[in-house]
């Protein structure tokens, strides 16, 4: 059957809302791809979650599912409580920079930590768009944003790296511009026991886009393309500082170290002998 | 009058809201009715800390003690805070080696309390549960019965042993004067 | 240790006896954040929930606490929160979203003197119009207050039993009195007591509206369920523009607790036919008007008194039952006036209303200050 036929069973069939150009299509897409490509028939063992900003639209309602679209930045601890509850029931995290990385921080961090066995999916676009192109955690430096008129004098976080010290089993950052690797990478994350997270670096033509001067979405991918380079080259250390080249690659947890699900069954069971 | 007031004060970490808990207990054991309230500072231990229990044969309706009829003091800041509402014929209970400046006109019973259980149980840990033991068998408010098995009941399962060594250290002893 | 306490009679802290009241009532998911005076809930259902196949887990803030017990709600299960004032404000997007999503569950606030950190270890009941209004926009909100152990225990099942009924989260206002306070509790055999939880919806009925109170379906289920905090229609479809369809969820979702509202109000009452003095208060400050009305009873006063079990929604009726009689209605609260302007408006003149409050060190309104009170506002008279 066609990809795309197939993806048809993933959809309700109501329009996504997003900007012409924006990234957030891009991510449903390969995202349903790799689910496709893993051999779902359709996404009723899935349950999405996501706060608020474009790309928690990404599954809510759009995805033929379960979804809770919860308040900003809560997803992952309204995805914590569904996963403890109904551990055989794969939960998928959608979130913006912001959602995820500023107002959502402490959650994701915490959730590597206690290698809660969700996906956390990233789209980072470097901005805060739907509220008008603010300056964001991960606003490359000396960006002109509308809170930041004389460009932005904070240097942006580096989720990778935070996530792969915190306990995550399973870190990867792409772009847009790198479908082909994105959708091995989901299909990874989505396999992998233990938490695992993805960040896509996207485009947003409105909030980003137009005001760093790119003509149209072809030049925003290409720009982010040539800015990549691997997350192993001694090149890519400089990057937190600058945040003007992109680090893309995977980072694998070698020793396996339990699930929180599998954590609490341990103590459910020492309770037991008590 | 069926109703008694106890106020058992120190500082944090001295125990004496598990004190009050074991008194309580104990009580309820006696088919009496009890309320326990307790009231502690911030800091987790050295600040002033009380545990108030009511005793009576009917339903007690406030929870807080007015006047006091038994108090006991496990340091000598605390005694002097809460000294002010003991009744004129009620009885204060001290630990002699931690309180010395004691109010002239009142009945005072001294007990070792931490210098016992340092010496005879090795840490001043159980001082609460001797100076319980005194309590008991000086004011029969309660029976000695009913403390032990409050006692058990209210203590973790490994120091169970040694609280009841304590309270019986308590019971027997000969006051100092 | 057993899968729910045993009945009988035991000699327990309020704390303890909530948590051990939300294991009765089927409570099995608990994530909370440390704080005094509430910590014991936590502490015990962390002792007791592995025993019954529940989990509890501790969150990183209280924001997260509420957030997963969101969740779990959303996955089937019962589920509960436990703070206090600083915690409990920290929540209070979340309740909206929870009165919004139509989520049931139950929020403990262990209320403490405030504002801020205020004195952390001391009782207050200064969070009764948070409690009432502390999140943002129109909502209606259901909060008990118990004032003994006993009333710990069984006001839990109930609120459990609201929040599953009316799909809503319930507030359990206690104070750091009633929790800390230890005293005689009796358990109730469990096939005593009545336990109700939601239901399903029928394939294809819808489960945000179509009727006052929609069945409601858990995730995982197969019921594509689309949960949001944006105004949504009857299938949860976000509808952020139309004003018909904003205000038709909202109003219904007042709605569905003001309709409910007089079997909601429940209230101890004593002497409202022929008092004339009148006490109106709740939790730990009525255990003072107990005695109060005792002893002016025997001084030839006569003396009643309504006390809210339920705070929210406001029980109008006793309150006017008691002003018609009473000549004095007075309000003793551990706060500047929360309830007392609440009283004032159902009275409406048809008594004078007195207001008695106190704040800070923990220290309860005593029954010797409610009688001087008594006895000087009925001289005037």
Same mark, same amino acid.
């Given at each position: 059957m066609s990809s795309a036929a197939q993806r048809k069973q993933f959809l309700r069939g109501i329009p996504f809302?997003?900007?012409? %150009?924006?990234?957030g299509a891009t991510v449903a897409t390969v995202f349903l791809k790799a689910v496709d490509e893993l051999g779902?028939?359709?996404?009723?063992s899935f349950v999405f979650c996501s706060g608020i900003g474009?790309?928690?639209w990404i599954p809510s309602p759009h995805f033929k599912a379960d979804s809770i679209h919860t308040t900003h930045g809560r997803s992952i601890p309204v995805a914590t409580g569904v996963k403890l509850v109904r551990p055989d029931l794969n939960v998928v995290v959608f979130g913006g920079d912001g959602d995820v990385l500023g107002i959502g921080l402490s959650h994701l961090i915490h959730a590597a930590r206690r290698n809660l066995d969700i996906t956390v999916i990233m789209v980072n676009n470097?901005?805060?768009?739907?509220?008008? %192109?603010q300056v964001a955690a991960?606003?490359?430096?000396?960006t002109w944003t509308t809170t930041t008129p004389?460009?932005?004098y904070e240097p942006p976080l580096d989720a990778f790296r935070l996530l792969a010290s915190a306990g995550a089993s399973y870190v990867a950052r792409w772009t847009t511009a790198h479908m082909a690797e994105l959708t091995e990478s989901l299909k990874t994350a989505l396999t992998t026991k233990g938490f695992s997270f993805v960040e896509v670096v996207s485009q947003?033509?409105?909030?980003?886009g137009r005001r760093r001067g790119f003509k149209n979405v072809k030049e925003m991918l290409r720009w982010l393309k040539t800015q990549s380079i691997p997350?192993?080259?001694?090149?890519?250390?400089s990057m937190p500082e600058q945040g003007e080249t992109i680090a893309v690659g995977e980072f694998r947890r070698r020793t396996v170290i339990p699930t929180l699900t599998e954590s609490i069954q341990q103590v459910t069971k020492r309770a037991g002998k008590q | 009058m069926s109703r008694t007031e106890v106020r058992i004060c120190g500082?944090?970490?001295?125990g004496v809201v598990l004190a009050g808990q074991i008194l309580g207990r104990a009580a309820v054991y006696m088919g009496k009715n009890a309320v326990q309230t307790q009231s502690y500072g911030?800091?987790?231990?050295g600040s002033a800390a009380k545990s108030e229990v009511i005793i009576s044969s009917d339903r007690i309706l406030?929870?807080?003690?007015?006047?006091?009829d038994l108090m006991v003091a496990m340091s000598q800041s605390a005694l002097d805070v809460y000294v002010?509402?003991?009744?004129?014929e009620g009885q204060l209970f001290v630990d002699s080696d931690l309180v010395?400046?004691?109010?002239?006109s009142m009945e005072v019973h001294k007990v070792a309390a931490t210098r016992i259980s340092r010496c005879e149980?090795?840490?001043?840990?159980?001082a609460n549960v001797v100076m319980l033991g005194a309590f008991t068998r000086i004011t029969r408010l309660v029976s000695s019965d009913a403390m032990e098995k409050a006692i058990s009941e209210s203590v973790a399962a490994k120091t169970k042993t040694v609280n009841h060594k304590a309270f019986q250290l308590g019971f027997v002893l000969r006051e100092s004067h | 240790m057993s899968k729910v306490l045993s009945p009988g009679t035991y000699f327990m802290q309020g704390n303890k006896a909530l948590a051990e009241g939300a294991v009765a009532a089927g409570c099995r998911f608990f994530a909370g954040y440390p704080i005094t005076p509430a910590s014991e809930i936590a502490e015990h259902l962390a002792v007791r929930l592995p025993h019954v196949g529940g989990i509890m887990i501790q969150m990183e803030d209280e924001i997260a606490s509420l957030a997963s017990v969101i969740g779990a709600s959303w996955a089937g299960t019962k589920s509960m929160t436990a703070t206090s004032g600083p915690g409990f404000s920290l929540m209070q997007e979340s309740i909206g979203y929870a009165f919004m999503t139509e989520t049931p569950c139950v929020i403990v606030d262990v209320q403490?003197?405030?504002?801020?950190?205020?004195?952390?270890t001391k009782g207050g009941q200064g969070d009764v119009m948070q409690a009432r209004w502390?999140?943002?926009?129109d909502y209606a909100s259901i909060v008990l207050s118990p004032n003994s152990v006993q009333e710990m225990y069984d006001l839990t099942i109930r609120a459990f039993n609201l929040a599953e009924e009316f799909r809503t989260p319930v507030i359990l206002l206690s104070d750091e009195v009633t929790s800390h306070m230890r005293e005689q509790i009796t358990v109730p055999p469990a096939d005593h007591v009545e336990i109700r939880t939601r239901t399903p919806p029928r394939v294809?009925?819808?489960?945000?509206?179509?009727?006052?109170v929609p069945p409601m379906p858990s995730v995982g289920?197969?019921?594509d369920v689309v949960v949001t905090g944006?105004?949504?229609n009857e299938v949860g479809l976000?509808?952020?523009?139309?004003p018909t369809v904003h205000s038709a969820l909202v109003t219904r979702l007042v709605g569905k607790i003001e309709v409910a509202a007089q079997s909601m109000m429940d209230c101890e009452t004593f002497?409202?036919?022929?008092?004339d003095v009148g006490f109106i208060s709740f939790g730990c400050t009525s255990r003072a008007v107990y005695e109060a009305v005792e002893t002016l009873e025997e001084q030839g006063i006569s003396a009643g008194f309504v006390r809210l079990r339920t705070i929210w929604p406001f029980p109008e009726k006793y309150v006017r039952e008691l002003a018609e009689q009473a000549r004095v209605v007075i309000v003793p609260e551990m706060n500047l006036k929360q309830i007392y302007y609440e009283v004032q408006r159902v009275v409406d003149g048809a008594a004078r209303v007195v207001p008695v409050n106190q704040i800070g060190g923990g220290e309860l309104v005593t029954p010797e200050t409610l009688c001087h009170v008594a006895k000087e506002a009925t001289d005037k008279l």
């Open positions: 809302p997003f900007c012409a %150009g924006c990234g779902f028939k359709d996404l009723r474009c790309a928690s470097m901005i805060y768009g739907m509220t008008g %192109g991960t606003t490359p430096l000396g004389y460009g932005s947003c033509p409105t909030a980003f997350i192993d080259d001694p090149e890519a250390a | 500082l944090g970490g001295q911030a800091e987790a231990r406030f929870p807080k003690i007015r006047s006091c002010h509402d003991v009744k004129e010395t400046k004691l109010p002239p149980l090795g840490s001043a840990t159980f | 403490r003197a405030g504002p801020s950190t205020g004195q952390a502390g999140t943002h926009g294809g009925e819808p489960y945000f509206g179509g009727t006052l289920e197969g019921f944006s105004t949504h976000r509808f952020t523009a139309d002497n409202l036919d022929g008092c």
